[in-house]
Nanobody, 115 residues
Framework: QVQLVESGGGLVQAGGSLALSCATS????????MAWYRQAPGKQRELVAR???????NYADSAKGRSTISRDNAKNTVDLQMNSLNPEDTAVYYC?????????WGLGTQVTVSS
C-alpha cells in the first residue's frame, strides 16, 4: 500500500493559481501511474490529470491548457500546477496512485476559489 499525503490547497481568488503536491511513501519508480482527482460538494469524484511512469500525461477537458502535472523522481512527489482558477474548481483534490493493480488514495486537500 502506498501512503499519499497532499499539500498546497487553500483559498485563492478567481484567476489565481495554486500548486498542489503529493508525497508518496515509496519510490515513485514503483508506481505505474499517479493522478489527481477532485470532488466537489454533491458531485462525483472526477479525474483532473494523470501521469504514467513513463511520463505520459492526460488531462480532463476542464483542466487542459491551464494545468500541468509533473513528477519529481528525486523527491517522490507528484505536483499539479493549476492556473486561471475559477469557482467551479472548488473541490477537495485527491492524490491517487496505481500500483500492482491496486489504487491508493490520499486524504485530500481543499481548494476553494472565490469569485
Amino acid at each position: 500500500q502506498v501512503q499519499l499525503v497532499e499539500s498546497g490547497g487553500g483559498l485563492v481568488q478567481a484567476g489565481g493559481s495554486l500548486a498542489l503536491s503529493c508525497a508518496t511513501s515509496t519510490s515513485i519508480f514503483s508506481i505505474d501511474s499517479m493522478a489527481w482527482y477532485r470532488q466537489a460538494p454533491g458531485k462525483q469524484r472526477e479525474l483532473v490529470a494523470r501521469i504514467t511512469k513513463g511520463g505520459s500525461t492526460n488531462y480532463a477537458d476542464s483542466a487542459k491548457g491551464r494545468s500541468t502535472i509533473s513528477r519529481d523522481n528525486a523527491k517522490n512527489t507528484v505536483d499539479l500546477q493549476m492556473n486561471s482558477l475559477n469557482p467551479e474548481d472548488t473541490a477537495v483534490y485527491y492524490c491517487n496512485a496505481y500500483r500492482y493493480y491496486l489504487y491508493d488514495w490520499g486524504l485530500g486537500t481543499q481548494v476553494t476559489v472565490s469569485s
